[in-house]
């Protein structure tokens, strides 16, 4: 080895002036290539090792209360009545039904032996009832009339008239099994039908204020009903 480097030398020498600085430089960027293709392997071998060596890190995600979800997260499923900042996040209890109205009279402060004064402006009437008597409003467009011990005295149901006339519903009285007796009368100055109707007793059907309205029950109190 030590010759073949010897005669490497000796041809060198040999060599021309400027041949030999040609060689020194050639020499010298193989030198520098050498050197840069050692270190960038050690620097590669470094940090492959640091890589094998470093512990795996796993990342958690923890939403804090407040922060807005992803958008890839449907709004849907954000619990009712979720507040931010720490408020209260639970869902609220469903509400409770509404209860019926369901009202004894008199009211407070009114001698309960006198009779009732009532007056529905809905519905665009007034009526006198016995001492004592309840009212319920619980449906609509209607009201029911009874005794404190649960009898009917009378029921008192409107709708819309339209079109509709005093002959259009005599027709439609005509034509059902429950109503029978059906005559013409006059009721609180309005033209008015009369009839007996199975289940209530006695039945009136007037037209008055754009509405229709039918008493179904104890004759005798639909003397105290107004307009």
């Given at each position: 080895m030590k010759d073949f480097f010897k005669r490497i030398w000796a041809r060198i020498t040999a060599w021309p002036r400027s041949s030999k600085i040609t060689a020194g430089i050639w020499g010298l960027c193989v030198v520098a290539f050498v050197a840069f293709l050692i270190i960038h392997h050690n620097i590669f071998e470094n940090n492959k090792n640091n890589a094998d060596q470093a512990p795996e890190v796993t990342q958690n995600?923890?939403?804090r209360i407040g922060e807005p979800l992803s958008t890839d997260v449907p709004s849907d499923t954000v619990a009712i009545g979720a507040t931010v900042a720490g408020d209260s996040t639970t869902?609220?209890?469903a509400p409770e039904p509404a209860p019926q109205n369901y009202m004894v009279a008199p009211k407070t402060g009114v001698d309960p032996n006198e009779p009732i004064a009532y007056e529905?402006?809905?519905l665009k009437f007034s009526a006198t009832l016995p001492a004592g008597a309840k009212v319920n409003e619980s449906q609509l467009n209607k009201v029911i009339f009874t005794t404190k011990q649960g009898s009917l005295l009378y029921?008192?149901?409107?709708s819309s008239a339209d079109n509709e006339t005093?002959?259009?519903l005599k027709a439609q009285l005509s034509n059902s099994s429950s109503a029978s007796n059906i005559t013409n009368t006059t009721f609180n100055n309005h033209p008015a039908l009369k009839f007996t109707v199975q289940g209530y007793g006695a039945g009136i059907v007037f037209i008055a204020n754009g509405k229709i309205y039918y008493?179904?029950?104890t004759e005798k109190y639909f003397a105290d009903f107004k307009i």
């Open positions: 995600y923890e939403p869902t609220p209890a529905n402006s809905d029921i008192v149901s409107t005093l002959q259009t008493l179904l029950g």
